[in-house]
């Protein structure tokens, strides 16, 4: 399928947010809005086929040597053409060009995809505990079913 990567610029905000919304209004992702994205802009990525925007990709940076890949979402229409894994290696080309030491983390409920691209299991209670602010805004925050894992360079399978 024809589509290309780049950072997101103010005018894909709307964009962003309708990819987001269907995974939103499931309890799959965290709400985020227009704000939000317009503040941490450069932490977010777009994939675009010459018609439209197909995916979203976000990172949170906790400190220099801690990661949060977040905000990942593709146009249920465009599932399984590869967009999904090549944001996620997007976004971690982007985090290492600041940081080489970093540690790249993520919290899912699909890590069956995340395995794929590179991430292994972790126990939960191994990340530090700052990394659990924004629970409170989940639907899921009192049966919390997500998987944590870590980012590594060499173990795609
Ligand atoms: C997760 C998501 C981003 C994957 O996007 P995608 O573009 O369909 O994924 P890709 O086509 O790049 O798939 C990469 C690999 O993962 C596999 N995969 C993708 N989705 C999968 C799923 N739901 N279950 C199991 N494997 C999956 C693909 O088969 C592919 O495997 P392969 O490399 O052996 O062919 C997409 O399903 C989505 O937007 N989900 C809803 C939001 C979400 O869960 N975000 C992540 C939360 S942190």
């Known amino acids: 399928m ?26 799959i992702l965290l709400p985020r809005n227009t704000d939000d ?11 675009v ?9 976000s990172f949170y940076k906790y ?11 593709v ?4 599932h399984h053409h590869g967009v999904g894994k ?3 290696e997007y976004a971690i080309n982007d985090i290492v060009q600041q940081s080489k030491e970093a540690i790249i983390f993520c919290l899912t409920y699909n890590p069956v995809f995340f395995k794929k691209t590179g991430f292994l299991e972790v126990e939960k209670n191994t990340l530090p505990h700052k990394i659990w602010k924004d629970c409170q805004y989940c639907k899921h925050r009192d049966n919390c079913t997500e998987t ?10």
């Open 2 to 27: 024809n589509f290309t990567l780049r950072k997101a610029h103010n005018n894909d905000i709307n964009n962003i947010l309708n990819i987001l919304s269907p995974y939103v209004k499931q309890g």
């Open 37 to 47: 994205i317009a503040n941490n802009l450069s932490t977010f990525s777009v994939a």
């Open 49 to 57: 086929t010459p018609k439209k925007h197909i995916g979203v990709i």
């Open 63 to 73: 400190n220099n040597k801690l990661y949060e890949i977040r905000s990942l979402a």
């Open 75 to 78: 146009d249920q229409r465009y």
């Open 86 to 88: 090549h944001l996620v």
């Open 148 to 157: 944590a894992m870590i980012y590594k360079a060499d173990i795609k399978v």
